[in-house]
């Protein structure tokens, strides 16, 4: 399940973990207070929903097909982040630890490389700026 937020989120802490599952890696990514040299103050993620959370799942449903997993998840805020706000979160549980942190990469590139989710970075300078966006 991939889930686009507006709110702060909340990392679940109770999933059902598979008896066979020997290795869970969970990934968050964090608002950085520094990005190629400049001083981040935050950052606005804008997002187009229904396309993203359809990528989402369907980058979610690839990895358990390339991966062997029990279970695979993420979340992704969208609006206002301050540094150090959770930004993405990325579950995935496997019978081996090492599948288990292949998905959890490969999800994570994927979401950041297909999923149509914007960043808009916030310096201290006063300056912003949309990063990686070519088009």
């Known amino acids: 399940m991939f889930i686009l937020s507006d709110q702060p989120l909340i990392v679940p802490t109770n999933l059902p973990l ?3 599952a020997g ?3 969970t ?3 964090h608002v950085r207070a520094l990005n190629e040299g400049k001083s981040v103050t935050s950052i606005d993620y804008e997002a187009y929903p229904e ?3 359809s990528e989402g799942n369907r980058i979610l449903a ?3 097909l390339k991966f062997p997993l029990y279970e695979a998840r993420a979340l992704h805020r969208t609006g206002h982040l301050l540094v150090g ?7 995935a549980a496997s019978m081996h630890r090492r ?3 292949q998905a959890t990469e490969y999800i994570v590139h994927e979401i950041k490389h ?3 989710i914007w960043k808009k970075e916030q310096y201290q300078d006063g300056t912003s700026l949309w990063v990686r966006c070519r088009h």
């Open 18 to 20: 598979d008896a066979h």
């Open 23 to 25: 290795g869970v890696v």
């Open 27 to 29: 990934f968050m990514g």
């Open 51 to 53: 396309l993203a959370e």
């Open 62 to 64: 690839e990895a358990r």
């Open 85 to 91: 706000d959770l930004a993405v979160w990325v579950y």
């Open 99 to 101: 599948e288990a942190f």
């Open 114 to 116: 297909r999923v149509p």
